[in-house]
């Protein structure tokens, strides 16, 4: 497989043809003051003339966002470095396959940089719908618009989630929770499906709770920590109730708890559901 050219057009089911054998990954850049990153493609390329992301045919052995950070430099000029992958989510056709990554983008000049690409242009997220759009691109504009400029951020209560398990947790607080963020600095990278839409995967914020003896455990990169001097449960909602304008799930089982946040606007992830994501990494 890996010596077939991944730059051919697929014959798919959907009855329509699409470009790259592995299916194809496009970059959808956001910049909360420029709007997002959209780009003119060339009147000769496949749907020539309408707006759509920098993108294009995923290579055997890529991952999509490899493949959309990899299309991004080669048509937009924009480094890899700058920007952070929040989400992605994919559009399966069986035969075909499109992902979107969503990125939070730093300081960046984004300009034509190969043949592909008559323009590119930051565009107000309320005025794209107003671009003559490639077709598929317009189709999945709604829900990505959704989702432009937001983050996942992962609260979780430390003490019970590694309370979740009877591992001889109750020997070694610190250590026990030391192990809990490594895993989880894990998956700050590989990500965690949204409990909703299965098609959606996000990078989270990650957020781990401390308190008792666990107390003194610090961040790494990936995993935020934050010791709770006396309550966890209230330095818990605390957090959740800081990061307001951000999507947030809470992994913990404490029904209290749970009121609270909820309430709040975060939704749950149980400790039995977390950990089987951390165990399969
Ligand atoms: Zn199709």
């Known amino acids: 497989m890996s010596h077939l050219s991944a730059s051919v057009f697929v014959r798919c089911s959907c009855g329509h043809l699409h470009w790259g054998r592995y299916g194809a990954a496009g970059l959808l850049l956001v910049d909360p003051a420029r709007g997002v990153l959209l780009q003119r493609r060339a009147w000769w390329v496949h749907h020539g003339r309408t707006w759509a992301l920098p993108g294009g045919a995923i290579e055997a052995g890529e ?16 480094p890899a470095e700058s920007f952070r992958a929040v989400s992605a989510s994919v559009v399966d ?3 075909w396959s499109y992902t979107t990554v969503l990125a939070l983008a730093g300081s960046v000049e984004a300009k034509v940089a190969n043949t592909e690409s008559a323009e590119v242009r930051w565009v107000d997220p309320d005025d794209v719908p107003g671009y003559r759009l490639h077709r598929d691109f317009a189709a999945a504009w709604p829900a990505l618009r959704d989702r432009v400029g937001q ?6 209560d430390a003490a019970n989630v590694v309370g979740s398990r009877p591992d001889g947790w109750w ?6 929770a030391e192990r809990l963020r490594g895993q989880l600095a894990r998956l700050a990278e590989a990500g965690v499906p949204d409990p ?15 308190e008792g003896k666990a107390k003194n455990v610090t961040g790494v990169p990936g995993v935020e920590v934050v010791p709770a001097d006396t309550d966890g449960d209230s330095k818990i909602v605390e957090v959740v109730a800081k990061h307001a304008d951000a999507r947030i799930l809470v992994a913990t089982a404490d ?10 606007g975060a939704s749950i992830l149980g400790p039995g559901t977390l950990r089987s994501q951390l165990d399969e990494l």
């Open 63 to 78: 991952t999509a966002v490899t493949a959309a950070a990899r299309e991004a430099f080669e048509e937009a000029s924009v």
């Open 93 to 95: 056709h069986g035969d």
């Open 151 to 156: 983050e996942l951020v992962l609260v979780v």
């Open 171 to 176: 020997r070694d607080r610190h250590g026990a």
């Open 196 to 210: 909703d839409d299965p098609a959606i995967t996000w990078w989270p914020r990650i957020i781990l709770v401390v």
């Open 255 to 264: 029904r209290e708890l749970r009121r609270r946040v909820e309430a709040l």
